[in-house]
Structure formats: C-alpha cells, structure tokens
C-alpha cells in the first residue's frame, strides 16, 4: 500500500501511514500513553475526524491493548497521526469483532498520540484490555 510502512516486517500485519509527524522521543515500554483513535472496516473511517474520537490511556508495550495497536502506538511520538491498518490476526480478543466488522480481514486506525508521561509504570492489563474491547465494540454501533 502506497505510503505505509510495515511496522511487522514481511506480514505486513500492521502497516502505518504518518498523517502528522510528532515531536520527542518514542515512548519506552511500560510507559504511560495517552491516545485518540477511531476504528473502521477498512473502506471505513475515510476521513480522519478525531473531534469524533475515542480515547485511551494505557502502558504500551504491556499488552493492555490489541496486539496491532501496541505495535504503532510503540512506534509513535507526541503529536502524532498516523493512519494504521491492522490484518485480522493483530486484532484477537477484539470482542464485538465478528459482529461489527463480520467480512473485516483488516481494521482501519486512525490515532493521535496525545501524550507519553515520562516515567515507565505498571498498568492494570486485564482492566485496560476488557475497558479496550469495550470500547471498540461500542464504536461500531
């Protein structure tokens, strides 16, 4: 896909395309990020419109989140969009997947990297990942 780049090496399970570079240092693991995203099929979501967002906060790297969106979310840096593509195999234990996006073999991010604190912590994973789910099911409705 023209303008990606594949954050997964020759899979391509997740590929991401910079809409708005950011500025500083990527966030380390155990870090605290703070994010907006929107989530589609992939011919969803045409237009980025982040004033209709969803938001996050979660410990990248830790698993709180999908495996994809952990993936780019390491990748980024504050300030930044980036469209991301997922294949369906980054996004397991997306609960409300099959129904919301039944012929999806890939999912559409858009995410905007608000924030990184400065200090690694530990995250509450099972909490984040279940307020996670939730959150992307309740979006396709």
């Known amino acids: 896909m023209q303008g990606f780049e594949s954050l997964t090496g020759a899979d391509g399970g997740v590929l991401k395309k910079i809409i708005r570079p950011g500025v500083g240092d990527l966030p380390e693991k155990g870090t605290k990020v703070k994010v907006n995203y929107l989530v589609g099929g992939f011919d969803q979501c045409q237009e980025p419109d982040l004033a209709a967002n969803h938001r996050l906060t979660f410990m990248c790297g830790c698993g709180e989140v999908i495996k994809g969106f952990d993936v780019a979310v390491s990748t980024m840096r504050a300030g930044e969009v980036a469209e991301v593509i997922c294949l369906r195999?980054?996004?397991?234990?997306?609960?409300?997947?099959?129904?919301?996006?039944?012929?999806?073999?890939?999912?559409?991010?858009?995410?905007?990297?608000?924030?990184?604190?400065?200090?690694?912590?530990?995250?509450?994973?099972?909490?984040?990942m279940a307020d996670f789910m939730q959150r992307i099911a309740s979006s396709s409705k």
């Open 89 to 128: 195999s980054y996004v397991n234990g997306m609960e409300g997947l099959d129904t919301a996006f039944p012929s999806a073999d890939r999912l559409r991010f858009v995410i905007e990297l608000v924030e990184i604190s400065s200090t690694p912590s530990l995250g509450k994973s099972a909490e984040a």
